[in-house]
């Protein structure tokens, strides 16, 4: 095999996603033959299919035998395989370079770029966005653009349902929506129209949410929303708090929209008013939009709903982040101080990834420059004469999908034509970095991002200048006003040749950069997703044989290159970064980035809630337009070694640990459920159920599993195991609910009857119970939470026998928080060698952090992490943002 086709060649998850989601499919399975490379269905299960690589190697009718990647040999009905028209990448670059090329002149011209754009996408030099990929040239249905944003709501019933058919029709064609909720009026205020008062603005981001649900559960591409709701609304802490409430809003990101006097307002601890505008205005139903600003300037009134301190709400933001990453923030009055389209297009909101502010009825389509590509070995440098042809030709490819992609609503059609936003961004910095042997997070990285993107910039404003000289402005283009903007102030300032050439050819596009998290089309390609460092280096990917051991190439290729050594300091993970180190590093690439980034600053599990404000301070205070946090525990972090490692047995062990302060809610369904029971089908000896007492002690286990460290206490009655509480993932992902779900049914059953018997029965029916992985090994083996329970439950068992528990707290009246604990246990885990480095990531092949995962809704697996501010599932490639 030659060396152009071993770069070309896609192999094992990288093939898996490459042919699910953006090869061009055959409509008509009926067409597969015999040699044929397919996907096949190897778990039909409506919620959780499973899709397997393969080439069928028999037919007989419909049914045929695929012979899948790892050599297994599966049956299936031909309706159950995905045909594909494409087989390999060069054919995808083909069609695509052909499609877009298809919107020029004249037949030369056509010609022309057919071959630079065909010369770009070779070797993923320039990776095309998903929605780009799997519809140029292949269906005149599907938008090619990423990002939507709709109109505000209209504060009516029939408003709100307009809102929600535009919401439905973008994902079912495969855009992510934001919509802004800040146009609804507030909980509790009067409806004239039907004599009572309004539900809220949160309740109604409850039914976008849960339609995205549907629309996930309906398709190959899942829906993505994002809600957002300004800092003067009276529903601000409610929307902030809305997801400590199971149910309320599951399906969509959440951000705040922050202003600079709010921010002022925090500093200087002053007062904050919420307010509305009235809505007896006799214009309020046909003018009202959610511009607050624009209201006042019409001379419209402005009800005050009530005064609180800036700081209280600032410090609600930073906690609910600090707990669950959310919400993030949005500095949406400084981005639109900066954006380009400031004179006749304010932003409104973002793209569910937050990278890519839009106004009502914008859009955006996005593809990313594959940096890792641009290194040139010989002088230990970047190629910075093919990155400059690379970015100039990628702008012409991105323009050129406007007059491409098909239009469902002419509002979006309008309002491109209008602005023409394009999104060029960037993945496998991360890998560029350490080829040239640069530390992510540095004060050397610092000025090189500088240098980098300043750069790129540069070539991408030359380009999109040049091609308006050729091809005309976008439609609302005015010299004087574009230029007023803060970030054409800031690269003319360094780069004056862009103002010049402005002035001469005007500008074709509105923006030009975004960068966007690039999930699963860097996972495809093989490299560092975004702008992000590495996520690690070692990890491992569940599939139906349990763990499988993966590495990233780079990493693997030093580590082979130099046995016996470990890998050098610039070899950097996420969370070797102090969170500090992130927010720099987004705030140096922000500065080159007209429209926004989707970036996550790591912290460490013992990061304080005082910490947390100060790095959104620190983010308001560089210039970045947004900001999210992910306090430890989602990631699973582990340096690649130069010979495989065992993985670590964890030995279920008593601890004296506090378990969580008991949940009211078991005792509230214990108490109704002994109250509902009928007296005469009730028996006193053998199906009573046994009451809580006040006090119960137990203790606590710390067993290892498959979805990460589960905390398990058992609290006994008379001696005997009688409750049982489970503590595994995060607060509000799935793995976390069906854990509770667990421990409330093992606790009824063990408190009904003779519950000496049922600890037998209860270990006898969950001890081996597995699921799509395995952690441990012999004895200390689990296989699922089930698992680990059962075998809690036989350690408990035995130290009754012996008499040695080691006393836990009261859980009745333990006032503990739960997280706390938490934190301190992942704290002492990690070695102190890696501790010791104040945050900053000294490199030790030893050091690590428990992972812990959430369900994939497309695969099933326990392999859902926080990347990039976008849950993404490391076995399959499916991202919640697409």
Known sequence: MSTVERKQRLEGLSEKIFLDRYAWKDADSNNAKVGDVVLVLTKDDPKFPTKEVGEIVERNGRTVTVKTRSGELVQSDVEKLTLNIEKTPEEMWDRLASAMASVESTPELQEEWTGKFRSILDDWKLVPGGRIAAGAGASEELTLFNCYVVPSPKDS??????????????????????????????????????????????????????????????????????????????????????????????????????SNSFMKAVKEDLDWELVFPDTTDPDYDTVWDGDLDKWKADGRAVIPYRTVKARDVWHTIIESAWKSAEPGVVFMEYYNQMSNSWYFNPIICTNPCGEQGLPGWGVCNLSAVNLSKFYDAENHDVDWADLATTTRYSVRFLDNVIDKTPYHFPENEANQRKERRVGLGTMGLAELMIKLNIRYGSPESLEFLDKLYGFMAREAYLASSEIAGEKGS?????TEKYLLSGFMKNITETYPEVGDSIRKNGMRNVTVITQAPTGSTGTMVGTSTGIEPYFAFKYFRQSRLGYDEQFVPIAQEWLEAHPGEELPDYFVTSMDLSAKDHIRAQAAIQRWVDSSISKTANCPSDFTVEETAELY???????????????????????????????????????????????????????????????????????????????????????????????????????????????VGKAGSDVFAMAEALGRVCSLFLRYGDHGEKVELLIKHLKGIGGSGAIGFGANRVESIADAVAKALETHVLNNAHDDHVPAPIAATLELDFNEALSAELKSSVPAAASADDGHGGHSAHSHATASRDLCPSCGSASLINIEGCKTCSNCGYSRCG
């Open 474 to 478: 976008f439609q609302a283009f005015d």
């Open 617 to 727: 301070e620190m983010a308001f205070d560089l210039g970045c337009k947004g900001v999210t946090i992910y306090r430890d525990g989602s990631r699973d972090v582990q340096v690649l070694e130069t010979s495989k490692k065992e993985e670590k047995k964890d030995t279920p062990a008593v601890e004296a640990a506090a378990p969580e302060a008991e949940p009211a809610a078991p005792a509230v369904t214990a108490s109704a459920v002994g109250a509902a029971a009928p007296a005469p089908q009730v028996s006193a000896v053998d199906k009573q159920y046994k009451k809580r007492p006040q006090v119960l002690r137990g203790a606590t286990y710390k067993i290892n599993t498959p979805f990460g460290m589960a905390y398990i206490t058992i609290n006994d009655l008379d001696g005997i195991p009688a409750e049982i509480f489970l503590n």
């Open 157 to 258: 019933r029939g408003g709100i349902m307009q809102t929600l058919s535009e919401m439905t029709e973008i994902m079912a064609r495969g855009g992510g929506v934001g919509i802004n909720l800040s146009s609804l009026r507030p909980r509790r205020a009067i409806v004239r129209g039907v004599n009572g008062s309004s539900s809220g603005s949160v309740s109604w981001g409850g039914l976008f949410s849960y339609t995205t649900g549907l629309i996930e559960q309906g398709g190959s591409r899942r829906g993505a929303l994002m809600l957002m709701i300004n800092d003067w609304h009276p529903d601000v802490v409610d929307f902030i708090t809305v997801k400590q409430t199971m149910g309320q809003v599951t399906n969509a990101n959440l951000s705040v929209c922050v």
